[in-house]
């Protein structure tokens, strides 16, 4: 309905009213008719469009904002005044066309929280004796008793006292399958229940649940986020002043007002109306025939000036699937019962080393045995019991921070991702991952300054510091942040956007408020629906040359386009002078321009075609 309400909005129905006016002025003129009738049509767009937003224009006025808007306008009421009421119709289509897309942009970013908000359900059901009653999510109380039905969402976070099933937890880890419940697994507000019902203890408000906090931080990143300026106003800025002084010293030397609407018709900024969107329009086609969707406009004006780039660990840099590649075994038990005993428990996790342990126990042929009291509080690692044995899958780093007495018999730190297994409180084997890097990950992080202008690349991970060090030191990136949760790394954007423009890049949904707070977001891949509202732009390829090709297009979008304004301009001005010497009388002076718009317009077409290699990622190595 967002949406909806954008493209219904003023400056809408006034460009599909004059669209209208045009085609019907156009049969009236070249079809049969009257000739008499034939700019009624006209009249109606220049009263009901042009006087509107010529209105809007004149409030501008108030805060000495000379933008190519407000030269539209006076062409708009220098063509009634010289009889080019299908010019003036022209004018107001582009002016009006152009708020209605700048509209329907900035107001994507509402149904972020749109689509945050549908998850959670209103009512909840709590469990009173033997019955199960509907309550207000205001109701609910720390310590009730909720019952989750199949394939509702938990109305707020707790924990698993009743029943085994599933949850589809994807909108904030970004991890595209079921995690397995328990009585003592942890609940988070807005998952999706699986095929069974499950009775949950509740550990938090609905309003100071995990998924409020990602709510409101939405909400703060898009109040905080800056309007950003479009690149025709940046350039009209400066034109606008200039065409009007030159109109009126032309008036004034001469004593003739033609002159001055001579120059102001030649001045009418097509150039900036008409070439940039074309360039917009023709570099959203392109980007979408390489798999790249562009959501937000601003995007191409925004991305190739950023020079800050914040990036997600899992699933950008890396390829997001940890192999079991090694088993240390220092206990009594053999590394199948390690494994076995590890995967009946990871059954129940949601960590991204969990899939690699539970596809090395299946392809081992390993059966997982019910497992029971599985808790997983965040960072403190997976504990839980298997056929009434205590398993801790947890750091070394945990075990050294309590003086763990078999902290000694732990094999020294190699590359990689690890995980140390306690059965029984004792140390039985330490368990080694490798999540693969991406093969074009260093390449493209060494290319990013010479040819994208980048000063800096943060990699920012809720993983580990070793984790986070390990793959930075691979990618040769300097600045790393680990350990932090989605409003940490909204901290981080909002600090480094106060000083610089910046381009965040993520896959998981606690990605989204970092993304809404960057000057440009991208989701990388296959992303969750919150995450790609979020984003200004989503790649539907997750690789590193599909951005490369975002920058490589957004580069060459700002390039073409000012090539069609700057050149349109100058041709503009050259006529603006031909015009105030009286040499170039108004007719002639819109025929003129009309062959300056032409030119702009098949310069910025340019942006539609690859014309050759998008990407250079390969070229710096």
């Known amino acids: 309905m967002t949406h909806q309400r954008n493209w219904l909005s003023q400056e809408s129905i006034i460009a599909i009213f004059t669209v209208v006016a045009i085609l019907t002025h156009l049969l009236f003129r070249f079809g049969p008719g009257p000739a008499s009738v034939q700019d009624w049509p006209l009249y109606a767009t220049l009263t009901l469009g042009g006087i509107p937003l010529i209105w809007d224009l004149l409030k501008q006025l108030r805060q000495l904002n000379f933008g190519a808007d407000w030269l539209a306008g006076i062409s708009i009421v220098a063509s009634v005044l010289l009889g080019e009421y299908l010019a003036g119709s022209i004018v107001v289509l582009m002016l009006s066309g152009g708020e209605a897309l700048e509209r329907y942009a900035a107001g994507r970013a509402s149904s972020v929280l749109e689509a945050l908000a549908a998850r959670m359900p209103n009512l909840a059901h709590r469990r009173q004796d033997d019955a199960m009653v509907d309550i207000e999510l205001s109701e609910i109380a720390v310590g009730d008793l909720l019952v989750v039905l199949p394939h509702e969402p938990s109305p707020t976070d707790g924990e698993v006292v009743e029943g085994h099933g599933a949850m589809d937890e994807s909108f904030l880890t970004g991890e595209p399958y079921m995690i397995s419940k328990a009585p003592g697994a942890e609940v988070i507000s807005g998952a999706i229940n699986g095929e069974h019902a499950l009775t949950i203890r509740v550990t938090r408000l609905p309003e100071d649940s995990r998924y409020a906090r990602i709510m409101k931080v939405m909400q703060d990143s898009e109040q905080r986020r800056p309007r950003l300026r479009r690149l025709a106003d940046q350039l009209g800025a400066y034109y606008t002043p200039l065409a009007v002084a030159m109109g009126l010293a032309a008036w004034a030397l001469s004593g003739d007002p033609v002159r001055f609407l001579a120059v102001v018709i030649v001045a009418t900024p097509c150039p900036l109306l008409i070439g940039i969107p074309v360039a917009l329009i023709g570099s959203i086609s392109l980007a979408a025939k390489r798999g790249i969707i562009i959501k937000d406009p601003r995007v191409l004006e925004r991305a190739s000036r950023c020079t800050t780039l914040i990036i997600d660990k899992t699933g950008t840099l890396t390829v997001g699937e940890p192999e079991l590649t090694d088993v240390v075994v220092r206990g009594e038990l053999s590394e199948h019962e390690v494994i076995e005993l590890t995967a009946s428990l990871e059954h129940y996790s949601r960590h991204p080393l969990a899939k690699a342990i539970i596809r090395a ?12 009291e599985v808790s997983e509080p965040p960072g403190q690692g997976l504990t839980g019991k298997v056929d009434g044995r205590d398993i801790v899958v947890t750091s070394r ?98 600090k480094e956007s106060e000083s610089t423009q910046t381009l965040f890049v993520g896959d998981g949904v606690n990605d989204a408020p970092a993304m809404a707070t960057a000057t440009v977001g991208v989701a990388f891949g296959q992303a969750h629906e919150v995450t790609s509202e979020a984003a200004g732009a989503v790649l539907l390829e997750p690789t590193l040359t599909h951005l490369d090709e975002l920058l490589h297009i957004s580069a060459r979008m700002r390039r073409v386009a000012l090539q069609s304004a700057v050149g349109g301009i100058a041709l503009s001005m050259i006529g603006m002078g031909f015009a105030a010497f009286g040499m170039l009388p108004p007719i002639a002076g819109a025929l003129a321009q009309e062959g300056i718009d032409l030119l702009a317009v098949i310069n910025a077409l340019r942006t539609s075609r690859q014309g050759g290699p998008l990407s250079d990622i390969h070229t710096e190595r």
């Open 361 to 372: 126990s299946d392809a081992r042929g390993l059966a997982p045995r019910f497992a029971s």
């Open 397 to 494: 780093s945990k075990l050294a921070k309590h003086n763990h007495p078999d902290l000694h018999a732990i094999p020294p730190v190699e590359s990689g991702l690890e995980c140390v297994i306690l059965v029984d409180d004792r140390y039985q084997a330490t368990l080694r991952f490798h999540d693969a890097p991406r093969h074009d990950g260093r390449p493209f992080i060494q290319h990013l300054k010479p040819r994208h202008g980048f000063n800096e690349v943060l990699l920012v991970s809720g993983d580990r510091e070793r984790e986070v060090a390990y793959l930075a030191n691979l990618m040769g990136i300097e600045r790393t942040y680990a350990e932090q949760s989605p409003e940490d790394k909204v901290e981080i954007v909002r």
